[in-house]
Structure formats: structure tokens, C-alpha cells
């Protein structure tokens, strides 16, 4: 029981969970932050394999789409400023985009290259 409390208490500082509402909880609960933690994996792992080394410059709608956060009209939206522009110079100018912020651009930076 406190290797179970220790490890949840160690997946909710990583931010993989949601921290219980109670200290002492049941052994059901662990199978709902087990289920939680492994859909969270496996949704990770689709998202980043294919989104980790976009280059803002060269890709389209569609591989722009892989990156969580960015939906099919801001992907859009990219591809347009970039037709309009040209390249982009920096991850940053993707500000310039509507619909990406600061809290927004902070979240997708690490997946695109120039």
C-alpha cells in the first residue's frame, strides 16, 4: 500500500494524473490511475512520433494537424500564412497566427524544426 501511494503520489507531481482527492484510497483506485496513466502514454506516444521533428516550413496541413493543439483550421491557417509570407524565420511567428498565443505557442514549440 505505500509503494502504491508513493507511485501515485510520484505520477501526480510528474502531472501524468489528477492527485486523489483522499490519502488513503482503495486498490480499485490504482487500476483507474493505471487506465489513466496508460491511456495518457499511448495518446503521447501516437502524438509524438509524428509530430516531434515538424519542419513549419515544409509541412502540410495534414502533418501540422499531428501536433496536439493545432486543429485542422489553424493547420490551415499555417499553411496559408506561410503561401502569403514566406518561411517562417523563427517558431516564434507562429503568433502571428490566429488562434496561437503565448500559452498556446509555449505548448507546441518543441514540436517543429524550421
Do not use: H, W
Not at 494524473?17 to 486498490?27: D, L, N
Amino acid at each position: 500500500m505505500k509503494f502504491t501511494r508513493f507511485c501515485v503520489a510520484l505520477l501526480c507531481a510528474a502531472g501524468l494524473v489528477a492527485a486523489p482527492m483522499t490519502a488513503s484510497f482503495a486498490a480499485s483506485s490504482t487500476d483507474n490511475v493505471t487506465s489513466t496513466v496508460s491511456k495518457n502514454v499511448e495518446t503521447t506516444k501516437k502524438a509524438l512520433p509524428a509530430a516531434k521533428s515538424i519542419s513549419l516550413n515544409k509541412a502540410t496541413a495534414d502533418e501540422l494537424t499531428a501536433v496536439p493543439g493545432i486543429g485542422p483550421k489553424t493547420a490551415e491557417a499555417i499553411v496559408q500564412y506561410r503561401k502569403v509570407n514566406g518561411n517562417f524565420e523563427s517558431v516564434d511567428d507562429l503568433k502571428k497566427i490566429k488562434g496561437i498565443g503565448e500559452k498556446t505557442l509555449q505548448k507546441i514549440a518543441m514540436f517543429f524544426t524550421l
